[in-house]
């Protein structure tokens, strides 16, 4: 079975940077795409960044040039790197592992004050 933690939330200052991480369990890990969602209050959930097994990335326009995502196979973990935060960026942000089907993490809140 899948665990997905995540860590490294908070509230932050506009402009400022935050790291997400987000600990997964289990044995597929390296041939998973890799995701971040974030679901504002009020609002559908969206995707954020991904990141397939051959690292190769996709990134929501509104994060292009200031989030980076990565993956670190050999500690099962992916990370969200978050600079030139906006309020526009709180939310709640939610790992997601695709292997067959999704898991989901159970989300970790980031609010970015004007």
């Known amino acids: 079975q899948v665990q997905l933690v995540e860590s490294g939330g908070g509230l932050v200052q506009a402009g400022g940077s935050l790291r997400l991480s987000c600990a997964a369990s289990g044995s597929f890990f390296s041939i998973s795409t890799m995701g971040w969602y974030r679901q504002a209050p009020g609002k559908q959930r969206e995707l954020v960044a991904s990141?397939?097994?051959?690292?190769?990335?996709n990134y929501a326009d509104s994060v292009k040039g200031r989030f980076v995502i990565s993956r670190d196979n050999g500690k099962n973990t992916v990370y969200l790197q978050m600079n030139s935060l906006k309020p526009e960026d709180t939310a709640v942000y939610y790992c997601?592992?695709?292997?067959?089907?999704?898991?989901w993490g159970q989300g970790t809140q980031v609010t970015v004050s004007a």
């Open positions: 990141i397939a097994r051959d690292r190769s990335t």
């Open positions: 997601n592992q695709r292997v067959i089907r999704d898991f």
